[in-house]
């Protein structure tokens, strides 16, 4: 069993409104992932993390924005959510592996249960 | 363009039987392919992961291969169960950074019927 959390599981909320959807991981992992997925559809990745104070942007363009102050918790924010945010928002998370690409075995993302939020 | 493409979209099958689920990809260059199993609503969970130079790995009643040459891997469930009615995602990672960014597919929908 992963331990990774995602809080809250499910969330219905107003336009305009801001929110904030809590991941957190007790792995010591220290890439940390969002991602994005419609009903049906592949996931897209929208913010990751290399480590503490570190956050990219992801392959889809996100209104959302992300923090990484300490290594368990990844916190992903909508400061005016909309209805076309509405969507299931996963979080992972793996191991940062120390040797080159090349020499990179590949190591396994943990995923959390998921957010899925309805904006309204 | 780096894809991951699986078939069939959906499958229905009944309970006891087997069922056999393919993966092509084009993410170059490639460092290892991982199956996933995603309930409705839920995250998902890795079945198995292969490297370049595995052909085939189990994992109880879940059989992945891999075809590096082709680049197609496939998912073999054997006796299936009610159970393993959920999407199957197949996840390729590239080598080309440091990341090893995941490429996804949209997964395959299986249905188990009693």
């Known amino acids: 069993e992963a331990d990774i959390y995602q809080t809250p599981r499910y969330l219905v909320i107003g336009t305009g409104k801001k929110i904030t959807l809590e991941c957190s991981q007790t792995?010591?992992?220290?890439?940390m992932y969002w991602y994005q997925q419609d009903p049906g559809m592949e996931l897209h990745l929208i913010h990751y993390s290399y480590g503490v104070n570190s956050t990219e942007k992801g392959d889809l363009s996100s209104e959302s924005t992300v923090s990484r102050i300490r290594t368990e918790h990844f916190p992903l924010t909508l400061e005016s959510a909309r209805p076309s945010h509405t969507s299931q928002y996963l979080c992972?998370?793996?191991?940062?592996?120390?040797?080159?690409?090349?020499?990179?075995?590949?190591?396994?993302?943990?995923f959390g249960q998921g957010t899925r939020l309805t904006v309204v | 363009k780096n894809q991951v493409e699986q078939s069939p979209q959906s499958l229905i099958i009944l309970e006891g039987k087997n069922c056999t689920l393919q993966?092509?990809?084009?993410?170059?260059?490639?460092?290892?392919l991982r199956w996933y199993k995603q309930d409705t609503g839920r995250g998902p969970v890795s079945l198995t992961i292969m490297t370049f130079s595995e052909n085939t790995k189990s994992n109880g009643r879940y059989t992945a291969t891999l075809d590096a040459d082709t680049k197609q891997s496939s998912l073999h469930i054997t006796a299936s169960q009610l159970s393993d009615s959920a999407s199957y995602i197949c996840v390729v990672s590239d080598r080309g950074s440091t990341l090893g960014r995941l490429y996804f597919g949209r997964g395959t929908q299986l249905t188990v019927w009693p």
């Open positions: 993966c092509n990809y084009t993410v170059s260059p490639f460092s290892n």
């Open positions: 992972a998370s793996s191991e940062l592996t120390q040797g080159s690409p090349l020499q990179d075995p590949g190591t396994e993302a943990f």
């Open positions: 792995m010591g992992h220290d890439k």
